[in-house]
């Protein structure tokens, strides 16, 4: 420092100290445009399971694609005609009630017999039998 004015310990720290502060104030203001992002990493919760639920896990769940959703409308406009077309009147009810198939409800056997008047193990023979003929029907036609 020789040519420069003699300059006393103590304001090159009160200088020193308000530069850092400045520097830091500078830090916290600019990192607080980034607090409103959103990151896939992020965790948003926990599962039943105790896992980290992510952003990129809902967002991947949330929409089938577009050919398997056309698949799919295929795949159920064909069941519901080798339903009406292989199934008995009864047979048809207990696989409409059991899979919800009208409303979106599914029953258990037990309520599906109680509704129908008949035994539980009836209706698990009787869903039994609709499942292979309809597995027939359908793989025929596949």
């Known amino acids: ?14 200088y020193l100290s308000l530069i850092i502060a400045n520097e830091i104030l500078m830090y916290i203001r600019s990192s607080k445009k980034y607090t409103s992002d ?25 929409k089938d694609s577009i ?12 069941l519901c ?13 207990v696989i409409t009630l059991r899979y919800g198939l009208q409303d979106g409800d599914e029953m258990t056997q037990r309520e599906i017999a109680q509704l129908l008047g008949i035994s539980r193990s ?12 309809l597995g027939r029907e359908i793989g025929d036609n596949a």
């Open 1 to 14: 420092m020789s040519g420069s004015l003699p300059v006393h310990p103590m304001m090159t720290m009160c």
């Open 38 to 62: 959103v990151y896939l990493q992020d965790t948003i919760g926990i599962d039943r399971e105790g896992n980290e639920v992510r952003v990129e896990d809902k967002l991947a769940d949330e």
């Open 67 to 78: 050919d398997e959703q056309v698949d799919l409308k295929i795949r159920i406009k064909r």
């Open 81 to 93: 005609g080798a339903i009406t077309k292989v199934l008995h009147n009864r047979e048809r009810d």
């Open 122 to 133: 009836y209706v698990s023979r009787i869903e039994k039998k609709a499942l292979m003929k």
